[in-house]
């Protein structure tokens, strides 16, 4: 089973309008990571979250981790068509200097002008 | 201040073959990661590096390596060639280990072709 769900896998909105996407496991996410990546390129980093509860925005985009630090939140506010993509969280599972990013599989995002 | 700098950006190579993928980190960040994304899919831990030691290997077989240099650059070969080794490599770095800790930027990745 995957380790990190995210869902929707797919969302398709209208210019304007507001989206979230979620991403969650069973265990605790010692820091979550949001990215955007346009089809077949690197990977934009958006935001990293460490403490339970927290909460970062930058332009439209706010990103939160609850507070047992197992599920995250991406929230995007009057949606772009420049905010098309694909969004991934990432995750370190294991904490301390030994451990790697988990990724969820992505959620793709569409907007209709 | 450049990013995370990956070469080359495409490559096509026969099954059996060897190739040699280089990533450039952020100036300052000493960390550098290396993961493989397969379409459709999100990025699979191949290794990290730190101060020219390997610090983490994922789940991947032994012809897969790599190595880092003095000036924190990065080389991942992968010998003996499959086709399911055509994926997307991406290359990502910090200012040190610990993912829980430090901002980790990616570069633009390397789309490596098996035929």
């Known amino acids: 089973s995957q380790e990190l769900e995210q869902s929707p896998q797919s969302l398709i909105v209208q210019e304007g309008k507001n989206l979230t996407i979620n991403c969650t496991s069973s265990k605790t996410l010692y820091g979550l990571y949001w990215y955007k990546q346009k089809y077949g390129e690197g990977l934009i980093f958006l935001m990293m979250?460490?403490?339970?509860?927290e909460e970062k925005s930058h332009e439209k985009i706010t990103a939160k981790l609850d507070e047992k630090k197992q599920q995250s939140s991406l929230h995007i506010t009057a949606s772009q068509p420049s905010h098309a993509g694909i969004y991934l969280c990432?995750?370190?599972?294991?904490?301390?200097?030994?451990?790697?990013?988990?990724f969820g599989k992505g959620t793709k995002l569409s907007v209709k002008p | 201040d450049a990013g995370v700098t990956q070469s080359p950006t495409h490559l096509i190579k026969t099954r059996g073959q060897q190739v040699t993928l280089r990533c450039s980190p952020i100036?300052?960040?000493?960390?550098v990661s290396w993961y493989q994304q397969v379409l459709g899919q999100g990025p699979q831990f191949i290794f990290q590096y730190y101060e020219k030691e390997e610090r983490g290997r994922g789940n991947f077989p032994d012809r897969f390596s790599a190595r880092q240099f003095p000036n924190y650059s990065s080389e991942l070969n992968v010998n003996a060639l499959l086709l399911g080794d055509s994926a997307l490599y991406l290359c990502?770095?910090?200012?040190?280990?610990?993912?829980?800790?430090?901002?980790?930027?990616f570069g633009p990745g390397t789309r490596l072709t098996v035929t």
């Open positions: 990432g995750a370190d599972m294991r904490g301390g200097s030994q451990g790697n990013l988990i």
């Open positions: 979250l460490q403490k339970g509860g």
């Open positions: 100036s300052g960040h000493k960390s």
């Open positions: 990502a770095s910090s200012l040190a280990p610990g993912y829980g800790t430090y901002e980790q930027y």
